[in-house]
């Protein structure tokens, strides 16, 4: 039997080519599940990609406030602040309003608002794709973003959410949140929130604020003109609007209306009727400065009635006549001077006797530094703190006419001094506070007690904390005009407790009393004689000592110069029979002066402010003035001209007894 042939080994050939009929060998096989299973994991993939996308989107999405909070949010905390007579000083918090629907407004308001800012608004998903694609090319020609490309709800997206960055990263979130805005939210409600959040200008957040700020009226009664001034205004609010620059703001409201003519919104004849009619713009009375006051008073508020959500209108005493005579004042000596001898800021505050605030002037430009010199910056007072020393000492005892010697003197190793240490011998005290003596105030502090001179200015109102030290006759403790000044105002209102004030009454819209100022049951702070004698003093500065270029003519004043070591500080603090003024000189970065004193700048710029407020009023004898008839002959007669004093640790130089035309003449280098 024969055996069977064994087959011989394929032949590579015979391995590339199967036999007919039959499909590829297990090569062929391994790898289309190989590529099945590259497949599979793609999908698995995809599927997590879209899982873990999905999850973040919801987390993201769950963190955006839904249509009810954001329709209903936005109490009104619009304060309108008056002064002594009704005058707007200016109006405030005017964020965020009332929320005042599309549909209570007329057609033209939000068409204005489409017709300029976003034509396509009504039909978009909530992006304009061609806007997008135009800006994005704009933008990649220049290498940063130059164009927006935004619609309405993407400016809504960037109100709510974003901050104002150009970056692609921020345009990128505005415009995904403005397709989130666009499906949650009907066009109407996108509309609402829009012109309630949009900034126009002058503090004016959102329709109903602006319609208020800019034309004294509700945004359901705007005009054709008026809402097209507003809607051109929202693309660059601090040029376009109203009270800034009047007449570019029409000149934009009759490109919004032509651009309304575009759209069909409204006819050319109305739009040159609205067009050729300006508005009438409501403008406070505000001073260029009285900011300072009015942020002084936003941050009293608080103080007087909790949280009110609705508009309140707070009056006040103060007076903007006087206001602008004191920022005049301020204005013109510095413009004048403060070159010459290197003063660059100034304070003043004004008060009548009881303390009520009538001027406030917190710095040479509120536009250029808002920050309030007068309330908010502590300063080293220099000789004028000696006024608390005096009343603690004559409430001691001591008298205007005992005789105490200005000499050389040593203080547990202290060694204040006059002037090149020229001293003027006996003199009476009445004398030593007029020429500012710094030994006999030294010698005054350690006979009274320190502590009992912190006591009296502490009670007279200094707030400030008061070290209990020899050296503090001389004002090295800092404090703020505004307390000096109504410290001052216990000694102009007869030696009775004088708190400075300016709020009066507090009420809502409609007339509901939230606050009613009651005159305080009066309190004496400085015994009466002490009170005389210490006003006896103070004008005897005036009539002949260190400040009398600070003298009113006929007019009875009183007052106290100061100035610290090496010039930083100037001041002078003093009073009629109507107003108590405070009035400080220095530079911000504390950088010395050229040799001013009290008597110099800010003697200068209390006379001419006091000069202008006090034009109408008769003269009176101040409050203390009674005493002055029964003191010695010697002590109304001017001293021989003593030596200039030097400024020690917050004192002033004093001046020879020399005409206040004089003492300027040498000043300005016009005499010998």
């Keep these: 039997m024969a055996r069977p042939q064994r087959p011989h080994p394929p032949t590579p050939e015979r391995q590339k080519q199967p036999p007919l009929g039959q499909v590829a060998g297990p090569r062929v096989r391994a790898g289309a599940r190989r590529r099945g299973h590259g497949r599979l994991i793609l999908l698995i993939l995809l599927i997590w990609a879209v899982v873990l996308g999905a999850m973040a989107w919801s ?73 997008i694609v135009r800006a994005a090319f704009e933008d990649l020609v220049h290498g940063h973003v130059v164009q927006g490309g935004s619609t309405l709800t993407q400016q809504l997206a960037k109100n709510l959410f974003l901050t104002p960055r150009r970056t692609f990263d921020r345009k990128i979130q505005e415009a995904l949140l403005a397709l989130y805005l666009d499906a949650h939210y009907s066009k109407n409600q996108i509309l ?17 604020a602006a319609a208020e700020r800019f034309f004294g009226k509700p945004a359901a009664k705007l005009s054709l003109t008026e809402a097209a001034m507003l809607a051109g205004s929202v693309r660059a609010p601090a040029y376009y609007n109203a009270l800034n620059n009047a007449d570019a703001s029409m000149a934009r409201a009759k490109v919004v209306l032509a651009a309304m003519v575009d759209c069909g919104f409204i006819t050319a004849a109305q739009a040159k ?39 309140i209108i707070v009056r006040t005493t103060f007076n903007l006549g006087l206001e602008a005579d004191a ?14 001898y290197r003063a660059h800021q100034s304070a003043l505050v004004a008060l009548r006797p009881d303390g009520a ?30 006024a608390f020393l005096y009343v603690t000492a004559f409430e001691q005892g001591h008298t205007p006419d005992e005789i105490m010697v200005d000499g050389p003197v040593d203080i547990n190793g202290w060694k204040p001094s006059d002037y090149e240490r020229r001293y003027a011998g006996p003199m009476p005290l009445i004398d030593a506070f007029a020429q500012s003596s710094n030994v006999i105030a030294a010698k005054l502090m350690m006979a009274v007690g320190p ?23 001389l004002g090295t403790s800092p404090v703020s005009a505004l307390e000096l000044t109504g410290a001052y105002a216990a000694i102009a209102n007869g030696g009775m407790k004088a708190v400075p004030y300016a709020i009066t009454a507090i009420t809502t819209r409609r007339g509901r009393v939230l606050y009613l100022r009651h005159q305080p049951q009066p309190m004496r702070v400085i015994p009466q004689t002490a009170e005389m004698e210490m006003t006896q003093v103070m004008q005897q500065t005036v009539r002949s000592g260190t400040g009398r270029a600070a003298a009113l003519g006929v007019r ?58 006090e034009q109408d009023q008769p003269p009176r004898p101040l409050a203390g003035a009674a005493l002055i008839a029964t003191l010695p002959a010697q002590s109304l007669v001017p001293p021989p001209q003593p030596q200039m004093t030097a400024p020690q640790q917050g004192s002033a130089p004093t001046s020879p007894l020399l005409s206040v035309e004089s003492i300027i003449d040498r000043i300005l280098g016009r005499g010998p």
């Design 327 to 340: 920022e005049q004042a301020v204005d013109e000596i510095l413009a004048k001077y403060g070159p010459k």
């Design 192 to 208: 609402t929130l829009y012109l309630n959040r949009v900034y126009f200008g002058a503090g004016a957040y959102g329709i109903e």
């Design 556 to 613: 009875p004043t009183a007052g106290k110069t100061g100035t610290t070591q090496d010039y930083h500080d100037a001041w002078f603090v003093g009073f009629t029979s109507d107003y108590v003024c405070g009035v400080w000189v220095g530079n911000d970065n504390n950088a010395p002066m050229r040799r001013v004193v009290g008597g110099m700048l800010p003697a200068w710029i209390f006379h001419a402010f006091m000069g202008a407020a």
């Design 357 to 386: 605030i009538v001027a406030m002037v917190g710095g040479r430009s509120y536009v250029h530094s808002p920050y309030n010199r007068a309330t908010d910056a502590l300063r080293q007072p220099g000789s004028a703190f000696k």
């Design 273 to 311: 009727q609205a067009g050729a009619s300006p508005p009438r713009i409501v403008r406070n009375a505000a001073t260029p400065d009285s900011g300072y006051f009015t942020d002084w008073i936003m941050s009293e508020i608080p103080h007087f009635v909790p949280d009110v959500h609705e508009p």
């Design 59 to 131: 987390r993201w999405i769950e963190t955006l406030p839904d249509a009810a909070h954001l329709l209903a949010h936005g109490p009104s905390h619009e304060v309108t602040i008056l002064d002594s007579s009704g005058r707007m000083i200016a109006r405030r918090g005017l964020r965020h309003g009332r929320i005042v629907p599309v549909e209570a407004l007329p057609s033209y308001v939000p068409d204005a608002f489409i017709a300029i800012e976003d034509r396509s608004f009504r039909y978009n998903i909530g992006i304009d794709p061609v806007g």
């Design 451 to 473: 502590a009992a001179v912190v006591r009296t200015a502490h009670l007279l109102g200094i707030r400030a904390k008061l070290d209990p030290v020899p050296s503090l006759a």
